[in-house]
């Protein structure tokens, strides 16, 4: 059979299985199914047991590496020695991982250490027979969409969170123990680099890429305050606040709740954008919501083309009207 697709899993702060890798390995199952190839999960941590062992929801095989540095230290180099020792025994062809700080640092370092190509951010991979991977992502700042692929058989992929929606497989996959790698590769032998703090992003901005509802706010808001109104919607709808990189950059609320091209790819049941025009930048971070609405004053804004339902009119007059009716209905 022709070379495996893996993987590659991320651990969060608790050491359980992050949201991304579930989303990687079902991209990574999906692949294997269409390409006749096996699909495999790898995880390397300290203690991996629990994440691989969530992992094997995913896929049908979970290679589980125990990496004891990994606990107080940057994970990046140590992953990235373990999985491309593990690569050199299996010789699988295509590594996915989460286009996440870590992931794309290991991604980086594994491209060095194997000498293979690296397609970043994808915000969509498919599969062609003769090809192999096509990978779709967004240049130019959102202007311009591009399908790639790899000029040899081997290659490795980071993929953007909310890109897939995370299905456990039907059947249960088998974790086993990696062996010690035999041959150390050079990135294990650098000095571990410790972790001295870690601190959470702020709760709201920390929850907008698992949110079901996110209400978001544009440069149409008017200011820091106008914010009051959107956090308020969020609230009635029990929803994250997002917002747009206009408003970010003016300084009316913090990089974190930023959606788009430059800021987070979020895929909610319920997007509702507030004085957003719907720039391809902001798009490309919220087209996937299942429903999109819109309010907007100007009837001929380009968010107005995708919306699923489109308002024209005042936020500030049709905003608080729904409000009124939300709470009218709760109370
Ligand atoms: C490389 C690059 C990366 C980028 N990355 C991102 C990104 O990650 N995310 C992002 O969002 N943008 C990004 N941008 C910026 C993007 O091109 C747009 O400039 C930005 O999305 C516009 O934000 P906006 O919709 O808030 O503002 P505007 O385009 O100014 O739209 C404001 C809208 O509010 C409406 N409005 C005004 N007042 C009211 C009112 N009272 N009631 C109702 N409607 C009202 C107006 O009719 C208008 O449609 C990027 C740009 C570049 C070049």
Redesign the pocket.
């Known amino acids: 059979m022709p070379g495996a697709i893996w993987a590659i899993g991320e651990t969060g702060p608790d050491g359980e299985l992050a949201r991304i890798s579930r989303e990687v390995a079902t991209l990574v199952r999906g692949l294997a199914e269409v390409a006749g190839r096996e699909a495999a999960g790898v995880l390397v941590a300290a203690s991996p047991a629990a994440a691989a062992d969530e992992l094997a929801a995913f896929v049908p095989r979970v290679v589980a590496a125990d990496e004891p540095l990994a606990g107080g230290n940057a994970v990046a180099a140590l992953v990235a020695a373990r999985v491309a020792a593990l690569v050199a025994v299996e010789q699988p062809a295509y590594l996915v991982l989460g286009a996440t700080p870590d992931g794309r640092d290991v991604a980086g370092m594994l491209a060095a250490l194997l000498g293979w190509g690296v397609l970043v951010n994808a915000t969509e991979v498919g599969w062609d027979a003769a090809a192999g991977p096509t990978v779709g992502m967004s240049i130019?700042?959102?202007?311009q969409l591009t399908t790639s692929a790899f000029s040899g058989e081997r290659g490795i992929i980071t993929v953007r969170p909310n890109t897939v929606t995370a299905e456990p497989a039907a059947a249960r996959g088998s974790v086993e123990p990696a062996a010690a790698p035999a041959a150390v590769p050079t990135a294990h032998s650098l000095p571990a680099v410790p972790v001295l703090e870690r601190v959470a992003e702020a709760g709201a901005a920390a929850a907008i890429e698992d949110a079901r509802v996110i209400v978001a706010?544009?440069?149409?808001?008017?200011g820091p305050d106008?914010f009051g109104i959107v956090a308020e919607l969020a609230e009635a709808l029990g929803g994250a606040v997002g917002?747009?990189?206009?408003?970010?950059?003016a300084g009316w609320i913090p990089y974190g709740h930023?959606?788009?091209?430059?800021?987070?790819i979020v895929k909610p049941q319920l997007y509702v954008?507030?004085?957003?025009?719907?720039?391809?930048?902001?798009k490309?971070?919220m087209q996937t919501a299942e429903t999109i609405v819109a309010?907007?004053?100007?009837p001929d804004?380009?968010?107005a083309e995708f919306a699923d339902l489109f308002v024209v009119?005042?936020?500030?007059?049709?905003v608080p009207e729904v409000i009124a009716r939300l709470r009218a209905r709760s109370g």
């Open positions: 130019f700042g959102g202007r706010g544009g440069r149409g808001v008017g106008g917002a747009t990189r206009a408003a970010v950059d930023q959606i788009g091209q430059t800021g987070k954008a507030l004085g957003i025009s719907g720039a391809i930048q902001h490309v971070g309010v907007n004053r100007d804004a380009p968010i009119g005042d936020l500030f007059e049709v």
